[in-house]
């Protein structure tokens, strides 16, 4: 099994629906962080929570918000999705050292008709 | 404007040739780490650099960390089709993780 597990894995919706992407993981890890990933843009930082009780935006957050409802599950969320927010999305965790190693989770391919 | 730029973009090569990528920024990083991605995966590390100067080496592959911790190589010695992937930077900043627009190297038989 992944330590790292991401839900659904595909997804297509509509323009002005909810969607959320959840995250679990069982490294036991307490950093999560939420990227997007669009061809030729890398991998830009969404939203990051270095506990339960700490969340921070990235660089990208407008038109997103997460929830961390327990040390392993970091959940995030499209309140009224659009087109533009169609893009390859990753969870990963870290063990918070100033070197550490950042662990993905295999993706969840979102698309916005 | 991203923080990290990666060149070059693209890459396609055959196999035995080398090929170095480049990640360059104006900022300073504690660490710069270089992350591997195939199709329909999360990326995965492959090496973390910490020190101004430091080369690591992981069997074909060298990894080299600028002196003023701005900018970071990645060499490949006789490249082989195994190696075909998306290769990432990732600069690490106040417990942030800033990653370039990636390489995508192909390699043919």
């Known amino acids: 099994d992944a330590d790292v597990t991401q839900t659904p894995r595909n997804r297509i919706t509509k323009t002005g629906k909810r969607i959320m992407l959840e995250c679990s993981q069982t490294k036991g890890h307490d950093r999560m962080y939420w990227y997007r990933q669009d061809p030729g843009l890398g991998l830009q930082l969404i939203y990051y929570?270095?506990?339960?009780?700490?969340?921070n935006k990235g660089e990208i957050s407008d038109g997103y918000s997460v929830s961390r409802q327990a040390q392993a599950k970091f959940s995030l969320s499209l309140e009224s999705a659009i087109p533009n927010q169609t893009a390859l999305y990753f969870c990963?965790?870290?063990?918070?050292?100033?070197?550490?190693?950042?662990?993905f989770g295999e993706g969840s391919r979102l698309t916005v008709l | 404007t991203q923080l990290l730029e990666q060149s070059p973009q693209f890459l396609s090569i055959q196999e035995g040739e080398n090929l170095t990528v480049y990640c360059n920024s104006s900022?300073?990083?504690?660490?710069l780490q270089w992350y591997r991605q195939e199709p329909g995966e999360g990326p995965v590390l492959l090496v973390t650099v910490v020190t101004g100067g430091e080369v690591k080496k992981l069997k074909r592959l060298t990894f080299q960390f600028g002196d003023a911790r701005k900018d970071s190589s990645l060499h490949i010695t006789a490249a082989q089709p195994g190696d075909t992937g998306l290769y990432l930077c990732?600069?690490?900043?106040?417990?942030?993780?800033?990653f370039g627009s990636g390489t995508k190297l192909n390699v043919k038989p």
């Open positions: 900022s300073v990083f504690s660490s």
């Open positions: 990732a600069g690490a900043q106040l417990n942030k993780f800033y």
């Open positions: 929570s270095f506990d339960v009780k700490d969340i």
């Open positions: 990963a965790t870290s063990a918070g050292k100033r070197t550490g190693e950042l662990f």
